[in-house]
């Protein structure tokens, strides 16, 4: 968990350096995980992490399609998850997913465009079941930049409450 911690920094640092997760990152913390997950519960241990992860992804997908998770987050949460416990990866999800909406609220409220977001939600909720399909959240590349959050960083942190044994 020490190795996932280090190369999660190293994530963060990409991330809210570049904007971007790059890949060898993401593929060397998948190498580690397998291996670790193999050392310990062999094949059948490696399989599973592969399926976490694979899972995952999966489930996330849908909200890469549609611009609200870039694919690296996508990524760095399904090899996160590979790494825990089968019983403790929907509460990863969902203190990583917690710790993003506490700092997109303090975004919001420091840029004091909270009414702003909230409204051009609503707005989209209301196109997509209006027309019945999805698409874009935000279709300017620029709004996406100014508006998005890096998850990496609640990522870490989440792994670190989950390491101080907060769940």
């Known amino acids: 968990m020490a190795a996932l911690c280090i190369l999660l920094a190293a994530a963060c640092g990409y991330d809210y350096l570049q904007k971007k997760i790059p890949n060898f990152l993401i593929a060397f913390m998948a190498v580690i995980g397998v291996g670790w997950r193999f050392w310990e519960s062999g094949a059948k241990g490696a399989l599973s992490w592969f399926g976490e992860a694979v899972i995952i992804m999966c489930l ?3 909200f890469f399609k549609i611009g609200s998770i870039g694919a690296g987050d996508v990524k760095l949460l399904g090899v996160t998850a590979g790494y825990l416990p089968i019983s403790r ?14 700092i997109s609220l303090f975004k919001m409220w420091k840029e004091s465009n909270i009414r702003e977001r909230v409204r051009y939600f609503f707005a989209y909720l209301s196109d997509v079941a209006r027309s019945g399909s999805w698409r874009l959240y935000l279709e300017n590349e620029r709004e996406k930049q100014a508006v998005g959050i890096c998850l ?3 990522v870490l942190l989440s792994i ?3 390491m101080g044994g907060v769940y």
């Open 152 to 154: 990496s960083g609640p």
């Open 89 to 102: 990866i929907l509460m990863f999800l969902f203190v990583s997913l917690l710790i993003s909406a506490m």
């Open 160 to 162: 670190l409450l989950y």
């Open 60 to 62: 996330l997908y849908p």
